[in-house]
Structure formats: structure tokens, C-alpha cells
């Protein structure tokens, strides 16, 4: 009886084949999806690294905007101010002139002895003339020195006032130097999430799926902004300017419409390389329907021109408008960047009719 026992236990250790395959092939399935899993945490964590780096470009590069044209502004006041300094200055000296010319026309008057005139009475209407006269220029020399007291006042107040804007223009001109560089920290952030992002792409090999998923998100936002796009009854579309309206950037075409991408997918619109933090500008008149961050795209924003036309505009460094805003034609509505997962600078634009991606070359002038 225990030889019996001990030829069951000897075989239980000894499994059949087909089971340890089994189980070995269920070990691996098991190492495969916790591989799965982990490379998926890695994804998320450099997509999320990503965002982070295009939002903290984006509200540097706003605030470096805005610094700017506050610069700008200043500079203006300035420039009136110091316009403003120099006509008071000018009209001071005038005044002083014309003071000192009627002093000396009073000077010239007092050779006729007014105190003898004011004795002799043989000549009774030239004594009133010169009294006239004497009361006109002392009446001309108050008005001209509450003129010269004014402009003086005036020209404190302007000197004031400039000595004031050179002061903040100062200020807003330390503060744009720390802005550029949290500017420069954050670009340098941004790309090394970009090349973090694409070296685990390349390693998972997952470069296909990643571009599917993200066409799925942009196709998916679009089909919500369909409905948005189609309440717009007050703009005519694109129909009649076809070909000619302007480029939103200027610059070298990098890739076509329905150009293969990296992985090998057909591109729905055009990459045109562009300028760090320059314009883009709306190609005519809309109203924005979509301002945000989309994975893959970056800061997107999205204008509605009626007739079931949209035009789209990617990979931005930061964005000018909101949702509900109008623009006109060549209108700046964000700033040329490398957000999304870009390597270079460049602007991603596409043309939609009624939800399905056109050629945007079609409807843009010959550049």
C-alpha cells in the first residue's frame, strides 16, 4: 500500500507534457498582460507629462504675449508723453518770448515820463491813450504769465506722469525677462516629453495603434462639433473663395493631404513648419467652436464658418481665442508651437465639410 502511494505522488510530480505547456503557455500569457499593462502605465504617465509641458509652455508664451504688448503700450504712452513734454516746452519758450517782447514795449512807453503826464493837463486825451495803453500791456503780461504758470504746471504734471511709465515699463520689462525664461524652462520640458513619448512609441512599437487613437479622438471631437458648426446660419462657408484664401502660417509644406504619416496612416490635413510663438491666423471670418488640448494634436482650436465648413488648426504653443469668440480674416488666433507630441515647430490645419476631411491645398491660394 505505501508503494502504491508512493507511485501516485511520483506521478503527480511528473506531469503530463501537455500540461506543463499549458501551463507554462498561461505563465507567459500572464507575464504578457502585466507587461501590456505596464507599458500602457507608461504611456499615460508620458502622455500626462506631455500635457502638463504643452500647459505650462502655453501659459508661459500668453503671459509673455501679454507682457508684451503691455511693453508695447507703455512705450506708446511714453512716446505721446515725451511728444506732449516737448510742445510744452516749446510753447513755454514762446510765451517767455512774448512776455520779454512786452516788456520792452513797456519799457519803451515809460521814456514818455507817465508820472509828468499824469501832471500835465493840456493834453487830456493823450493822458487817457496812455493809460489805455498801460492797462492793456499790464493786462496782456498778467494773461501771458498765467499762461507761462499754467504750461510750467503742465509740463511738471507730463514730466511726472513719463518719469511714472518709464517706472512700469521698467517693471513689465524685468517681469518679460523671467517669463522668457520660464518660457525657455518650459520649451526644454516640452521636448523632452516629446522625445520621451516617441522613444517608448518606438520601443512598444505601438506607433500605428497610437496614431488610430488619436484620429479617433480628433474624428470623435469633430462629429460633437458637427452639431454645433451646423446652428451657424449667419456665415456663408467656404464655397466662394475657394482658392484663394490666404495660409494661416507662412512656410515650407512638410507634409500633404492624404500624405502617409509615421505608422503608415493617411494624413487629413496639412503640416506646415512654422516660427516659435508667431501668428496663425484665421484663413476668414468664424466663430470659434472648439479651444482646447487634444491628445495627439496638442492646442487645437477649431472655427466655424457655416454651410457645414470648419477649419482646424494643431500643434499650437498656446491659444488667443475661446469658444463663442468671433474672428475676422487673418485675425490672430494662436501662436505657432510643437504641442501634441511634435519634434519641430510647425502648424497642423485641416479644412472639414460636413464632418469629412478636404484638401486644404484646394481652397488655400498658390503661396
Not at 507534457?17 to 504617465?45: D, G, M, Y
Not at 503640416?271 to 482646447?292: F, H, M, P, W
Not at 482650436?301 to 475661446?322: E, P, R
Amino acid at each position: 500500500m505505501s508503494g502504491y502511494l508512493l507511485l501516485n505522488q511520483a506521478y503527480a510530480q511528473q506531469k503530463p507534457p501537455a500540461e506543463q505547456e499549458l501551463q507554462q503557455v498561461q505563465s507567459q500569457i500572464k507575464k504578457t498582460e502585466q507587461q501590456l499593462r505596464q507599458q500602457r502605465r507608461q504611456l499615460q504617465q508620458a502622455e500626462q507629462k506631455l500635457q502638463q509641458a504643452d500647459q505650462a509652455l502655453a501659459d508661459a508664451s500668453l503671459k509673455v504675449r501679454q507682457t508684451s504688448t503691455r511693453k508695447q503700450q507703455l512705450e506708446q504712452e511714453s512716446a505721446k508723453l515725451t511728444l506732449q513734454q516737448q510742445q510744452l516746452q516749446q510753447q513755454l519758450a514762446e510765451q517767455q518770448q512774448l512776455l520779454a517782447a512786452q516788456l520792452k514795449s513797456a519799457y519803451s512807453m515809460g521814456q514818455h515820463d507817465y508820472s509828468r503826464l499824469l501832471l500835465n493837463q493840456q493834453d487830456t486825451g493823450q493822458l487817457e491813450r496812455i493809460l489805455t495803453y498801460y492797462q492793456y500791456f499790464n493786462q496782456a503780461r498778467m494773461r501771458q504769465l498765467a499762461k507761462i504758470n499754467q504750461t510750467v504746471q503742465d509740463l511738471e504734471l507730463v514730466v511726472a506722469k513719463l518719469a511714472e511709465q518709464q517706472r512700469l515699463l521698467q517693471r513689465e520689462l524685468q517681469a518679460l525677462e523671467q517669463q522668457q525664461q520660464q518660457l525657455t524652462v518650459a520649451r526644454a520640458s516640452q521636448q523632452d516629453s516629446i522625445k520621451q513619448l516617441q522613444a517608448l512609441l518606438t520601443e512598444q512599437g505601438n506607433q500605428l495603434s497610437y496614431l488610430r487613437q488619436n484620429e479617433g479622438s480628433l474624428q470623435n471631437t469633430i462629429n460633437e462639433l458637427r452639431r454645433l458648426a451646423e446652428l451657424s446660419k449667419d456665415m456663408a462657408g467656404l464655397g466662394a473663395g475657394k482658392g484663394k484664401y490666404p495660409w494661416p502660417v507662412k512656410g515650407q509644406l512638410l507634409q500633404r493631404f492624404g500624405q502617409n504619416r509615421q505608422g503608415g496612416m493617411p494624413a487629413r490635413g496639412i503640416l506646415i513648419k512654422g516660427v516659435n510663438g508667431s501668428n496663425v491666423q484665421a484663413i476668414t471670418e468664424g466663430r470659434v467652436i472648439y479651444a482646447d488640448w487634444l491628445k495627439g494634436y496638442g492646442w487645437v482650436i477649431v472655427l466655424d464658418h457655416g454651410a457645414g465648413f470648419m477649419s482646424l488648426y494643431g500643434h499650437n504653443q498656446t491659444l488667443l481665442k475661446q469658444p463663442g469668440d468671433r474672428v475676422t480674416a487673418g485675425e490672430a488666433i494662436a501662436l505657432v508651437g510643437a504641442s501634441g507630441g511634435q519634434a519641430d515647430a510647425g502648424l497642423y490645419f485641416e479644412i472639414r465639410e460636413k464632418g469629412e476631411a478636404v484638401n486644404p491645398l484646394l481652397w488655400l491660394a498658390r503661396p
